[in-house]
């Protein structure tokens, strides 16, 4: 590939691990295992980090934006595998942002379409109790 291709592939890999460190600290009180890349993308739908329960997790770290785009992927990716659609992405010397399905919220809102842009502490609330209403907490 180019070197393009090539710095944008570290970059982003560079991306996922440091999504997967600030993931497991802040969730390392009621996740047992460390976040990891998923390397075998092709077989587990293809999204980037492993180790969220029920959460396909897509990674970006970028500095052109480009939701619409990288939220279908992050949908179709989690559609394949039957989980929920999170996508976390990052500018640079930006914080994280996460992009989440209102039916994340609710089970009623399970059929709403479209997104809703929270922080790392935002993001915590609503998985944790995500989690506790699939009695997984």
């Known amino acids: ?13 560079a991306g996922e691990r440091e999504a997967a460190a600030i993931l497991h600290q802040q969730f390392q009180d009621i996740l047992p295992n460390r976040l990891h890349r998923n390397l075998d993308q092709t077989r587990d739908g293809g999204y980037d980090l492993k180790g969220l329960p029920f959460v396909a ?14 939220w279908e992927q992050t949908l179709a990716q989690a559609k394949s595998v039957d989980a929920v659609p999170v996508l976390m992405y990052r500018q640079s010397r930006k914080p994280w942002f996460f992009v989440l399905p209102w039916g994340i919220l609710a089970a ?3 059929e709403a379409d479209g997104y809703f842009l929270t922080n790392l502490e ?9 989690l506790k209403r699939v009695g997984h907490l």
């Open 1 to 13: 590939g180019t070197k393009m291709g090539k710095m944008q592939r570290s970059k982003g890999a």
């Open 57 to 70: 997790l897509e990674v970006k770290r970028c500095e052109t934006l480009a939701l619409p785009k990288w």
């Open 108 to 110: 009623d809102m399970q």
């Open 122 to 130: 935002g993001f915590d609330t609503v998985y944790r109790r995500y």
